[in-house]
């Protein structure tokens, strides 16, 4: 087996976020969950939508290539993979994420459906509510893989959101496959609580075969896998089968729990929240370019919180700041 | 001649801006004048740009756009005209401006080139560098005008930008006939020093023309039109024409010459100058707001100042913040 000659390696939707404010009420009346994700299936029903926002921005997201692009940032030699289509957004997509040096070679698929986008409303509480139509996204299948990049990661990167629709499940699960024919390591996050109710026994499985190295998931999702409201309980029963098991806990900070030993850091303050998105993705990405420049699991929080504190000082889901001199200052 | 509905009608670029940080040693390798505007004279071009470019986000702009888009959140009823193609990014530009209660009635142009971009670099000192391909918006000609529109505002405002591409140019040379004919006044903005140095003759017919009611410039602009370093005698020089004329002094803030008379404001602090795109744009949006509901001069300049220290806080060229509140404590 040859060393990794990439940190990490992603398979994630490839969505375009597309951002606008909202009060609550604009969501009680379109009947959305407060901090959700939710599947538009349809163009029309996301045309619906869209065309009762508000004016919004356009910023490449996803929720692994969001993490992609923080380890990017932090300086880690990165890989991702996801499908756009060709068009304008999946021009905009491809353009964001190579200028960040992430090695992105995933063909655009020609025709219908265009590009994945994400309505995010958020709040004057800073809570991200999000819609999200997957597009082109949808259509990532085994073929689309390319296999080398995924043998180079030293640890392959899973999106739990990317298993709603059939294809991309069918390659993450041949991705892994590779992953670990080349004795790489494979990290999974958990997403979303729905995701979470629509996946439970795919979950518990990939966690019990021993599949995954490195979990992340925040508090409601963890306790969703395991149907439970005992927190501690629904971290013990991921840590029993996974090595390192990561939980962010919103502005109580995050703990991991690496065989019986718990880590816990607290929330990096903020001057002003303005938008969760991208908090957890953030933190997963502190949290993984610590591990693969081989810091403690203690530091590699520390960074992951830096790292989430950043992402929701600003609208967007991608660091503005120049993350690795916070990270740096940080652990100084 | 019936009374206007409509505060300010608007003819400008649909443009959407593509935003990221860049620095001054990257403007000084593409040979980028800093602060100013230049045009991209083919899709290559921009290409070859953007693909140099960091990771961005979009949001819509064109300079009269974002002043309309101003007026409208502070209550204005407004309506603009620009030319955007049947793409995606036309669609965003499209959906903004509406979602903003702006009457856009100007059907789509089919076909390339696609809808306007302008490529915008921004330095750490919060300074912009615009590089715009216009795209569909050259093609604005005046058979796209929607006639009734403009004879319903009782401004008529310009965006020198404009000028350059012929079929617009003489588009607006028919809508200020328009207006003038429904008994509207017409408000014009100079756009930028270069812009100024290209069609210096014409804007100079203009206003010895009294064909402009109230004139937007800053310093640098006012300066080059009349070819003179000093200041005060540029002002004076438009003011013998112009009733109304507004010129920006960034951090110096801002006057306005009516007759003899002249009015200052101070720029109206802000925490942190991040991006200062837009800054012009919003002075005039908070100034003509103030003019339709009324205010005096001097209101009227506090409105703008309040408006343009809004938008450079954040990344992007229209409001955030609720600009309507921050006037109404401003000037309560």
Known sequence: ?????????????????????????????????????????????????????????????????????GVAALGGKTGFIGQVANDQLGHVFAHDIRALGVDFTTPV?????????????????????????????????????????????????????????????????????????????VAFTLSDGFCVDRHRESFLDLIRGGEIDILFANEAEIKSLHETHDFEAA?????????????TRSENG????????????????????VDTTGAGDLFAAGFLAGQVQGRSVQDSLVMGAVCAAEVISHYGARPEADIAALVAAKLA
Not at 235 to 247: F, K, S, W
Not at 254 to 273: F, H, T
Request: charged share 20%; with cysteine; hydrophobic share 45%.
């Open 1 to 69: 087996m040859t060393a990794p000659s990439l940190d990490i390696v992603a398979i994630g939707n490839a969505i375009v976020d597309v951002i606008a404010q909202a009060d609550d009420q604009f969501l009680h009346d379109e009947g959305l969950a407060k901090g959700a994700m939710q599947l538009l299936f349809s163009p029309e029903e996301a045309e619906m939508l869209y065309a009762k926002m508000g004016s919004a921005i356009e910023a490449s997201g996803g929720s692994a290539a969001n993490t992609i692009a």
């Open 109 to 185: 698929r020609e025709g219908n459906p265009p590009t994945a986008r994400c309505l995010i409303l958020v709040t004057p509480d800073g809570q991200r509510t999000m819609n999200t139509f997957l597009g082109a996204s949808q259509f990532l299948s085994s073929k689309m893989l390319d296999k080398g990049l995924i043998e180079r990661g030293a640890i392959l990167y899973l999106e739990g959101y990317l298993w709603d629709p059939e294809e991309p499940r069918a390659a993450m699960r041949e991705a892994m496959a590779i992953a670990r024919a080349a004795g790489r390591k």
């Open 235 to 247: 971290v013990e029963a991921t840590a029993a089968y996974v090595p390192v098991t990561v939980v």
């Open 254 to 273: 995050a703990i991991a729990m690496v065989g019986d030993q718990i880590y816990s850091v607290p929330a990096d303050p903020v001057e002003k929240l």
